[in-house]
Structures are given as structure tokens and as C-alpha cells.
């Protein structure tokens, strides 16, 4: 939208604006991290039970800590509650889950205030405009000047074309972000179905393994 348009839409626009560049800089950060969160599973769980198979535990929890994103926490939560039962590591690897989803959809909120709050403020704009158009011609009378009634629509129109022009964006935004989230999400369910089933059928081999390690789910 042109800035000499903009000037006639009033304190409004600016604040309308303001929220847009907020809630574009939450989705550059949030695209950037969901980003690096995205990694190739299968070959991330191909190392992990190699090394857990000859028993190189440390390694297995060395290459979940450089490992970035939930799926490499969620497999960490496993190997470090490889010596309970099955329920234990399932629900361990859940309560992992949630706990990374909730950091994904983080600053999420915002997206989703501006996309419903920007279209509200048009309007308000919209219905500051017209009623000032309205207090001019009333003021005026038969003397009323089209530039009078003018100004106040176009403030009316420029805020409302403003509210869209950020609410659609932050909409679209908001769902590509959900979108990678939900990948992320069945990457955790699949791989947290994977770990459960490799521990319970290599209980013997791998143990509790050579090396000790603290029963701490943290990264």
C-alpha cells in the first residue's frame, strides 16, 4: 500500500501495521526454528539402534544431544528410561512430546491475535471515517464540500484495506507453521512407537548398557 495513502488513514493504520511487523518477525523465528527442528528420522533412528545394539549407550545419548528438534529429545527420553517397563517408557516419551509440541506453538498465539484483531481495527477505522464524514455534512449543510465528505471515506476505506492487508497474511502464516508442527508432531508419534517397540524386543541385548548414565529426561 502506498505511504501517501497510508498518511490518510490515521493513527489507526500505523497500529494495524505495527502488529503486522510483530507478527512477521514471530513467523521469520518461528519458520527458522521449526526448520532446524525438521530432521531426517530414518536415519537418525538407523544410528540410534546401531549404537544401542553393540551397546555404545553414550554415543546413542551423545547423538541425541547434538541432535537438534523433538524427535532426537523424545528418543533421548527413551534410551534414558531403557530399563523400566514398557508403560513407563511410553508414557515417559509422551509427557516428552507435549512438552516439546508446547515449545513449537510457542509465540504462536500472536499470529492468530493479529490475524483476527487487524480486521477489527479496519473496521473501527472504517466506522471512525464514515462517522466523520457524517459530522461534516451535518456541519456544513448545503455548503458541504465533496473534499470534506471525501477525507473521511478515504480514511474509511485505506483502514479497512489495511486491516486485510495484514490479517490475510498472518492467517496464511499461522497455518503454514501449524502445518510444519503437525509433521513434526507424527515424526514424534512414529518415532516414540519405533523406540518402544526396538527396546521391549532388545531388552536383552541392550540392558541397561556398559556405560551409567543419569535417569534425567532433560536435553
Known amino acids: 500500500m502506498p505511504l501517501y495513502l497510508l498518511s490518510r488513514g490515521g493513527a489507526l493504520v500505523w497500529v494495524i501495521f505495527g502488529a503486522g511487523m510483530v507478527a512477521l518477525g514471530v513467523f521469520i523465528e518461528r519458520s527458522l526454528h521449526l526448520h532446524r527442528a525438521r530432521i531426517r528420522a530414518e536415519d537418525f533412528m538407523r544410528g540410534i539402534k546401531n549404537n544401542l545394539i553393540r551397546g555404545n549407550i553414550s554415543e546413542s ?20 528410561h531403557r530399563s523400566g517397563g514398557k508403560d513407563e517408557i511410553q ?4 509427557e516428552a512430546a507435549l512438552s516439546e509440541t508446547s515449545r513449537m506453538e510457542r509465540r ?7 490475524a483476527q484483531i487487524a480486521p477489527v481495527l479496519g473496521l473501527l477505522g472504517t466506522v471512525l471515517g464514515m462517522l466523520r464524514s457524517l459530522l461534516v455534512i451535518r456541519g456544513h449543510g448545503a455548503l458541504v464540500q465533496s473534499t470534506d465528505v471525501t477525507d473521511g471515506l ?8 489495511a486491516g486485510l492487508s495484514v490479517a490475510i497474511p498472518c492467517y496464511i502464516g499461522f497455518n503454514i507453521l501449524v502445518i510444519r508442527i503437525d509433521r513434526l508432531v507424527l ?7 519405533e523406540m518402544t517397540a526396538f527396546l521391549d524386543e532388545n531388552r536383552a541385548t541392550i540392558g541397561t548398557g556398559n556405560n ?5 529426561t532433560g536435553k
Open 108 to 114: 504462536l498465539v500472536v499470529l492468530a491475535t493479529v
Open 187 to 193: 515424526d514424534m508419534e512414529r518415532v516414540a512407537s
Open 154 to 161: 478515504m480514511s474509511a476505506l485505506v483502514t479497512t484495506a
Open 91 to 94: 508414557k515417559a516419551m509422551q
Open 212 to 216: 551409567h548414565v543419569p535417569s534425567e
Open 61 to 80: 545419548l551423545s547423538i541425541c544431544d547434538g541432535t537438534p528438534g523433538p524427535v532426537a529429545h523424545v528418543v533421548k527420553t527413551a534410551i534414558l
